[in-house]
């Protein structure tokens, strides 16, 4: 623990760690400092002035170094002039004044300075009634200004930084939040000043405009309503909004986040979701989010969304009632004895993935989980135990990233890597391209595709690289898929959890396996008890297949056809797919925003997400539906209660032992002090009153006996003449259907793509941006050609769910 | 008491009947003639209008807010130079009052920074049924003097930059 300062603020003593900023000991104490341009995640610089305080410290004798002594008590001498509390960092026995006369003047001052050339239209303002300035000019300002109101500066009022973040350059107060967000915690300085003095102005550097993927966080800081985001853009007044707790399901991460909701009459008077902003959660996300998660919400409230169950009567897909439909579906499913398979999505929440795997079992069918990803079941016997936080990583922990690039898969998890490295974290990172966290890597290593197992295994042995692992207190690994399919990514993972197994970096915090997965709740499947099947096309054909939140026709035209195969089809979804086209029952699913439930993130993190927005339709909740069917084939599974399928699924499912429902929602006071009525502190994150979820323990965390399994890695796939290698991997704006309907983020996910190094480009006779023909394992398709440095010479990478169905490398034709 | 003390009772009420039967009455005979309203008086709202036919509502929903009743529901959009409603980048799309719920109190006059809200002199509010109680944008807002200045319309491009114009202290 570090030293402990005490100082006395406003006559009230504080006692803090040695290094506390001012205005932060304040904060800690109850006492708010007025700021603008300090955040306490963000290193200070004094920018704005607005934290003008006395500050006196106690003289010392210059020959003995101690106090010196006046009428009983140490004699304190003031600074002739304000100091800002965000720059000075306490000292024993220091006085702060925050609210003497001068200090108020000064704070008065520094407002109607701000407010010389702000243009005060806080009436059409999105930031308007979350304001911190509007706040601190109605708190601390001098009330009116000596300033003419016809010499503001006027400057350009609607600017798109990118196509997501628009900036007021009036509005503007120069605090910096932003660019230093960018610089420091993002780590994409993509903005910046130009000009000087009241021209002063943010602008954008990059193309595409404001090229970040946490571009939206600098909304949720800005101090005022220059920087606003296009989504929400007059959306609807703060206060008018109503605030639901959730969890972004769109990747593993699992951050917490609010959905503000408003009955609105361009939605034909219904509840809809206005915009998401992020929740505390200081374990997972802290207080940011990223663009992902904040814009691709859309899918939950299009017209695309199914609203009754329907039928397929002579061909066609008719409506039908809820018994109808999902007796078929029984009928179907008791036929079919051993034949019945059912492939779930880990969109699905923990209920509903429980109620499909006991469907499963009783049935005597198969439960898959549709994944491009293996080894799932390792992060359950050696995953990270209860108590790891990315956020208290640092010196003494090795990090390893293999086989991903973290920015596009998971970027929050990046963005805390990214800092866990910088407290002094050993980050090894292994690619066989270049990614965006190898800036920020200790070692970095580089693999030919096909050797990545080898690459894991070789940190156990002697060297620099190997010797910083194995003499590390902790260790975690998180694995991807970036250019492995099923049975590589398994076979990495077996490897990974081998070395850790081996080293014994198992079953304590800090310490274990992450899988990157595609998916918010995979790990919850594979907790559950789910398997990964590589053929899926082989694993439909002539069976009876129970689908729910997957849509493999519009992936991949293989499964598409082994589908029409398939003896009897069962579809449940929250919209229209090309697999519900193709469905014989199609099952209506309510949308995470319309109900409640639990994820399990890649930390395996249980969060819980709570309804938002009333049901559309005639939807119900996919575990509702998964027990309504197994009513009609004499299987009790409960349908009606959230709470009452966890506490079953707490009861039989190991790792989720001694967890309640109650529990999951429970919260700890958490720093920085967010989402109050002083917003001008942490931004407008909100506060976490909703729980901040409850890790599951791992098999080497209960003391199990642990045995990894050998995975023999896949014979690499050699590309003949005229042939690239190919190999998928996953970009964070991709044609997914839970992306795709937010058309807001369209230009960012752009078309197919073949990304190429400009030497294999020149070989094969093409340009950047050139439409050719890719064909592989009789895969036949478009796609544009991008040409990057950063990969190898012969390689060419496809992204997932691009409109190109690449599971695993290939062997591919570019013409 | 006198024999004819009630009948100087009945003469002296008859005597201040004749008295007022010869004065000016004071009944308007509504609906054909109507009762002129105090300049403070508040009626029914109206959306009013700049003189050059552009929108003064910017669908900030500061009345809304205001509103004790919560009568007042307003939505905005994003105004454009091809088609503009109101000086600056916002408009109120939807704009609606529960006349029902309305108490006519006036602080969404108050609250309006750009005097967009007034309570008028019309008084004359009845309805058959609740939902027409709900007077929308087009029932409230001013009629335009003529044809080229109806809103949407479009304006040259940077001219109109900015929602709220210079105030004075209001008027009665």
């Not at chain 1, 090229?211 to 929400?232: R, Y």
């Not at chain 1, 309504?628 to 790792?655: C, P, W, Y």
């Not at chain 1, 407008?684 to 599951?696: D, F, I, K, S, V």
Request: aromatic share 8%.
């Amino acid at each position: 623990m570090a030293k402990q300062v005490t100082l006395t603020i406003d006559g009230k003593q504080v006692t803090v760690p040695e290094g506390t900023l001012v205005a932060d000991a304040a904060k800690m104490a109850g006492i708010d400092i007025p700021v603008f341009c300090h955040h306490p995640k963000l290193e200070p610089v004094g920018m704005c002035r607005m934290c003008l305080v006395e500050i006196g410290r106690p003289v010392r004798d210059r020959a003995t170094g101690q106090f010196v002594m006046e009428n009983g008590a140490p004699k304190i001498q003031f600074m002739p002039k304000l100091e800002t509390a965000c720059t000075n960092k306490v000292e024993e026995g220091m006085v702060v004044l925050t609210r003497s006369q001068k200090a108020v003047e000064g704070q008065k001052g520094t407002i109607e300075f701000l407010l010389t050339s702000h243009p005060l239209d806080c009436p059409i303002c999105d930031k308007g009634g979350e304001c911190p300035l509007q706040n601190l000019t109605v708190a601390y300002g001098p009330g009116k200004s000596r300033f003419l109101y016809d010499e503001k500066m006027h400057l350009d009022k609607q600017v798109p930084l990118g196509e997501l973040i628009w900036l007021d350059r009036e509005r503007c107060i120069q605090c910096a939040r932003c660019i230093r967000f960018q610089n420091e915690i993002a780590g994409d300085p993509v903005i910046g000043f130009d000009e000087r003095g009241r021209a002063t102005q943010i602008v954008s550097f990059s193309d595409p405009g404001f090229d970040s993927v946490f571009s939206g966080n600098t909304t949720d800081i800005c101090p005022v309503g220059a920087l606003t985001t296009s989504d929400f853009r007059f959306g609807a007044r703060p206060w008018e909004l109503q605030a639901h707790a959730s969890i972004c399901t769109q990747c593993p991460v699992g951050c917490n986040t609010t959905l503000n909701t408003r009955r609105e009459a361009k939605s034909g008077g219904r509840i809809v979701v206005k915009r998401v902003m992020p929740r505390q959660n200081e374990d997972v996300n802290e207080i940011w989010i990223c663009d992902k998660g904040r814009f691709a919400y859309h899918y939950t409230e299009g017209k695309q969304r199914l609203t009754r169950p329907m039928i397929r009567k002579d061909g066609k897909l008719t409506r039908a009632s809820w018994d109808a439909a999902t007796k078929l579906a029984a009928e179907n499913f008791q036929k079919a004895k051993k034949n019945f398979v059912i492939l779930a999505s880990g969109r699905l929440s923990n209920e509903d993935l429980f109620n499909l795997k006991s469907l499963a079992e009783h049935a005597d069918g198969k439960a898959y989980i549709y994944s491009h990803m293996g080894g799932g079941e390792l992060t359950s016997l050696v995953g990270v135990g209860e108590g790891t936080n990315f956020g208290s990583m640092g010196a003494g922990t090795t990090i390893v990233v293999v086989a991903s690039d973290l920015y596009e898969e998971a970027p929050v998890w990046y963005l805390r890597i990214k800092q866990a490295a910088a407290r002094g974290a050993n980050l090894i990172v292994m690619n066989a391209r270049e990614t965006k966290l190898d800036r920020y890597a200790s070692f970095t290593v580089r693999y030919a595709y096909g050797d990545e197992v080898k690459a894991v295994s070789d940190l156990a042995k002697k060297g620099k690289i190997g010797d910083t692992f194995l003499k590390s207190e902790n260790a975690v690994i998180l694995y991807g898929s970036d250019g492995l399919g099923v049975s590589g990514s398994a076979a990495l993972a077996s490897a990974c959890a081998k070395l850790l197994h081996d080293n014994g970096f198992t079953g304590r915090p800090n310490n274990g396996l992450i899988g990157v997965w595609g998916r918010a709740n995979d790990q919850g499947a594979w907790e559950m008890g789910f398997e990964v099947e590589e053929d899926l096309a082989k694993a439909f054909k002539g069976k009876t297949v129970y689908i729910a939140g997957a849509d493999p026709v519009a992936d991949d035209p293989k499964l598409a056809k082994a589908l029409e195969g398939a003896e009897f089809v069962a579809v449940q979804d929250v919209m229209t797919t090309a697999t519900t086209e193709i469905a014989d029952v199609v099952l209506p699913a309510q949308a995470f925003t319309e109900r409640e439930g639990t994820l399990t993130s890649g930390e395996r993190r249980v969060q819980r997400f709570y309804p938002a927005v009333p049901v559309t339709g005639e939807a119900k909740a996919d575990f509702a539906i998964t027990s309504q069917i197994a009513r009609h084939m004499g299987i009790v599974l409960e349908g009606t209660s959230v709470s009452a399928v966890f506490d079953i699924l707490a009861a039989s499912v190991k790792s989720f032992e001694g967890l309640t429902y109650a529990r999951l929602a429970e919260v700890r006071p958490q720093w920085p002090i967010v989402g109050r009525s002083d917003l001008y502190y942490g931004g407008t994150t909100y506060e976490n009153t909703q729980g901040m979820g409850a890790q599951l323990s791992a098999a080497a965390g209960r003391g199990e006996k642990v045995s990894i399994p050998k995975v023999e890695k896949e014979a690499l796939v050699r590309p003949k003449e005229k042939e690239l290698l190919a190999v998928p991997v996953t970009k964070l704006y991709d044609r997914g259907t839970t992306i795709l309907p937010s058309e807001l983020l369209h230009e960012r996910i752009g078309e197919a793509k073949v990304i190429l190094h400009p030497e294999t480009a020149k070989s094969l006779g093409v340009e950047e941006d050139q439409k050719v023909s890719v064909s592989f394992n009789g895969v036949n398709g478009e796609a544009a050609v991008k040409l990057t440095d950063t990969i190898s010479v012969g390689v060419a990478l496809i992204p997932r769910s691009m409109g190109l169905a690449i599971r695993e490398p290939v062997a591919v034709k570019v013409k | 008491m006198g024999v004819f003390d009630p009948l100087l009772e009945l003469l002296r009420g008859l005597g201040t009947t004749f008295k007022m039967a010869l004065d000016k009455p004071v009944t308007y005979q509504y609906p054909e003639e109507k009762r002129p309203v105090r300049p403070r008086f508040r009626g029914r709202h109206v959306l009013k209008r700049y003189e050059n036919g552009l929108e003064k509502c910017i669908g900030c929903s500061l009345c809304a807010a205001a509103c004790p009743a919560d009568a007042i529901f307003v939505e905005a959009s994003e105004n454009t130079d091809e088609k503009r409603f109101s000086p600056g980048e916002r408009y109120a799309s939807t704009y609606e009052i529960n006349m029902l719920r309305c108490i006519y109190c006036g602080f969404c006059e108050d609250a309006c920074p750009t005097e967009a809200i007034v309570l008028g002199d019309n008084y004359e509010l009845s309805f058959y049924d609740r939902r027409s109680a709900i007077y929308t944008k087009e029932m409230l807002l001013e009629p335009v003097p003529s044809v080229e200045m109806t809103t949407p319309r479009k304006v040259e491009p940077g001219v109109f930059t900015r929602s709220v114009p210079e105030m004075k202290d209001p008027q009665d």
